[in-house]
């Protein structure tokens, strides 16, 4: 029998570069009757890789238990060494980066399978909240430095987001990974703001531009930086 021959230097994936594990970038289905969510928006429009570490996008359903379980599964099959969560705040003004997870379900509209959890856990024999394990303060500084309106959130709300926060990060608890993770929240595109008069929005680039500089920020620093960014109330 012939032996193999070994591959050849660049037939792998730009996902398989030695050393480079990617950073997992996700987003989620429309919901709530919208037609668009700007967080696979950004998804679809950032380059393939931020730096040499090579971007995995995922498009999750917007859904209880099985965003998690979407999420799992790539967190599985791609090893990342940053797991980024995006999704929709329609309303906020800025790019949010959110500090802590916590572990309730009170869902005020249906998921789009139909489920509307009230308070519920995400896990049952889960600690009551997790803080994001990715350098926040460092993120919204690099944001902002690149003209950017963005904050530190307290609260990823109750719905599907702060679901899938808690449950990333309790899977990475318990799986041993290393990963990091975080999640950030983004405004209303502006065709989705058109209808809503008043109502504050961002374009598709600049949220593109500001994710990609709060993902350089988390690569670039092991531990966050000190920068009062709290809030009275
Ligand atoms: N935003 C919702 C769920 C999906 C999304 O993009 C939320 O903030 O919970």
Known sequence: ?????????GAAPARAQPGRRPVLVTGFE???????NPSWEICRALPAA???SPLETLLVPTQFRRAIE????????????????LGQAGGRACVS?????????????????????IDEPVAAAGPPAYFA?????????AIRDAGIPAEVSNSAGTFVCNHLFYGTLHYLAASGRDARAGFIHVPWLESQAVS?????????????RGVEAAI????????DVKMAAGQLD
């Open 1 to 9: 029998m012939a032996p193999r021959r070994p591959k050849a230097a």
């Open 30 to 36: 429309p919901f709530g009757g919208e037609d668009i």
């Open 50 to 52: 931020i730096g040499r």
């Open 70 to 85: 979407v999420v799992a599964e790539a967190i599985e099959r791609t090893d990342p060494t940053l797991v980024i969560l």
């Open 97 to 117: 980066v959110e500090r802590v997870a916590i572990n309730i379900d009170d869902a005020r509209i249906a998921d789009n399978a139909g489920a509307r959890p």
């Open 133 to 141: 394990t990715v350098p926040i303060k460092a993120m919204v500084a």
């Open 196 to 208: 809503r008069p008043g109502e504050p929005a961002m374009a598709l680039a600049t949220m593109v």
């Open 216 to 223: 350089a920020a988390a690569l670039a620093t092991a531990e």
